[in-house]
Every structure is written in structure tokens, then in C-alpha cells.
Nanobody, 116 residues
Framework: QVQLVESGGGLVQPGGSLTLSCAAS????????MMWYRQTPGKERELVAG????????DYAGSVKGRFTVSRDNAKNTVYRQMNSLEYEGTAVYYC?????????WGQGTQVTVSS
């Protein structure tokens, strides 16, 4: 079955950097667009980045553009998200998502806390 497992979250100081990973299995990873979302308490999940199946097209929410980079390694079935210049607003649970055969699959999320 489709599985997505995020990792790499943790505590980071303001202005710091962090790279999240999402390891995928159970589907032909190289054939699907992958997406990153974030969610803060009391708010809905927000799409922040997407990357096409070949990694040639990347799109970002305006709030993270220029500071976050999404990439993927199709040989490792993994999508990454590098976050630079993190601010307090970056504190959230980050999820990856894929839609396979019109079904949405989500990882369990990884917590990022930006704090001094």
C-alpha cells in the first residue's frame, strides 16, 4: 500500500535551516507529483510546495518562495524540502502528500519548531 514517511523535523533557531524528507513506497514514485503542506494549530493544512514527477517543475506558496526549496530523488523514492531563514511562523507540522488514482495519501507529519 502507499506509504509516506516524513522525517527531519525538530527544533531550530530563527534564521536557521532544516531539510525535511519524505520517503515513499507502494507506488511508482517517479510517475507522480509530490506536494508539501504545513499545518499550524487551529488552521487548515496549507499547500506550500509542489514538484512534478520528473522534478522539472516546482511551485511554491508566496509565503515561502525564495526561502524553501523542494527537490526529489526518484532513485531513492524520496522528496525533500529545504527550509532556509526559518521564522517563528515556520513552526508547524509538515506533511507530504501524493494523489494516486484519485486517492489522497498523507504522511504522518513531522514537527518543526522555530524557537530561540
Amino acid at each position: 500500500q502507499v506509504q509516506l514517511v516524513e522525517s527531519g523535523g525538530g527544533l531550530v533557531q530563527p534564521g536557521g535551516s532544516l531539510t525535511l524528507s519524505c520517503a515513499a513506497s507502494g507506488f511508482t514514485f517517479r510517475s507522480y507529483r509530490m506536494m508539501w503542506y504545513r499545518q499550524t494549530p487551529g488552521k487548515e493544512r496549507e499547500l506550500v510546495a509542489g514538484i512534478s514527477n520528473a522534478g522539472t517543475v516546482r511551485d511554491y506558496a508566496g509565503s515561502v518562495k525564495g526561502r524553501f526549496t523542494v527537490s526529489r530523488d526518484n532513485a531513492k523514492n524520496t522528496v525533500y524540502r529545504q527550509m532556509n531563514s526559518l521564522e517563528y511562523e515556520g513552526t508547524a507540522v509538515y506533511y507530504c502528500r501524493v494523489q494516486v488514482a484519485a486517492v489522497d495519501y498523507w504522511g504522518q507529519g513531522t514537527q518543526v519548531t522555530v524557537s530561540s
